[in-house]
């Protein structure tokens, strides 16, 4: 019975070869799923639907580092607007000076304690305001 398998392999030596490559190709395709590597852990392989998790997933710590990010621009910007308001009026009492104006020693305490007052308001507003995103976001 060898003898006959032996003539026949010799006989369609291409026909054997190739049924031997479809069918590990077909075990290939069929049987291997097709993975990358993670996104998230290095050296993990995932598959599409797992790659897909990865990326909504990361889609949504990135928003939210996003958001806490413009809320922490915000805060600094007001603490911004708050210091050129200072400078700004400590310009207008220097000018006034120069000009040979009349200024109040009272006037100009009130001013700049309220000016500083005021922005020490909007800047504890602004911290509360990061603080509470940082806890919604949970980054805190």
Not at 47 to 72: D, F, G, I, P
Not at 93 to 111: C, H, R
């Amino acid at each position: 019975m060898w003898e006959s398998v032996k003539k026949w392999l010799d006989h369609n030596q291409g026909m054997a070869v190739a049924t031997v490559i479809s069918i590990f190709l077909c075990v290939f395709v069929y049987g291997c799923e097709s993975t990358v590597a993670s996104l998230v852990t290095p050296g993990e392989k995932v598959n599409r639907v797992e790659l897909q998790a990865e990326l909504v997933t990361e889609q949504a710590r990135l928003s939210a580092e996003l958001k806490a990010l413009k809320a922490q621009a915000a805060a600094k910007a007001q603490s911004l607007d708050k210091q050129d308001k200072l400078k700004q009026g400590i310009a207008q009492i220097g000018l006034a000076v120069a000009q040979g104006g009349e200024v109040n020693p009272i006037g100009i305490a009130t001013s700049i304690l309220a000016l500083a007052g005021i922005g020490l308001a909007v800047d504890n507003r602004a911290k509360d305001k990061v603080i509470k995103v940082q806890k919604n976001s949970g980054t805190a």
